[in-house]
C-alpha cells in the first residue's frame, strides 16, 4: 500500500522548535520532488516547502524563510522540515505530498501557544 506518513508534531512554545518527519511506505521518495502543506482552521491549505527530487532546490514561502529548513533523506525514504523560531501563527496540520499530487496522509498537528 502506497502511502506517506507524517510524524513530529505537537504543542510548543513561541520560540522553539519541532521536526516533523514524512516517511514514505510502499513506494520510494527519490524520484519525486516532496512538499509540505499546512492547514490551519479556517484556512485553505497553503505550501510551505517543497524540495527537488534531483539536484535538491529546495522552495520556501516568504513567512518561514529563515526559521524552516527542508531536507531529504533518500536511503530512509524520509523528508524533514526543521522548524525553529515558531510563531503562533505557525500552528496548523503539516501534510506532505509528492509533486504532483499523490493520496494525501493524515497529517500532524503542531500547536503553538503559551
Known amino acids: ?8 508534531g505537537g ?6 522548535s519541532l521536526r516533523l518527519s514524512c ?5 520510494s521518495l527519490a524520484p519525486y520532488a516532496i512538499g509540505w502543506l ?4 479556517g484556512k485553505e491549505r497553503e505550501a510551505v516547502s517543497c524540495i527537488d527530487s534531483g539536484d535538491g532546490e529546495v522552495y520556501y514561502v516568504d513567512s518561514v524563510k529563515g526559521r524552516f529548513t527542508i531536507s531529504r533523506d533518500n536511503a530512509a525514504n524520509t523528508v524533514y522540515l526543521q522548524m525553529n523560531s515558531l510563531k503562533a501563527e505557525d500552528t496548523a ?3 506532505c ?3 504532483p499530487l499523490g493520496p494525501w496522509g493524515a497529517g500532524t498537528q ?3 501557544s503559551s
Open 1 to 8: 500500500q502506497v502511502h506517506l506518513v507524517e510524524s513530529g
Open 11 to 16: 504543542l510548543v512554545q513561541p520560540g522553539g
Open 23 to 27: 516517511q514514505a511506505s510502499g513506494f
Open 38 to 41: 499546512r492547514q490551519a482552521p
Open 93 to 95: 496540520v503539516y501534510y
Open 97 to 99: 505530498n509528492t509533486i
Open 110 to 112: 503542531v500547536t503553538v
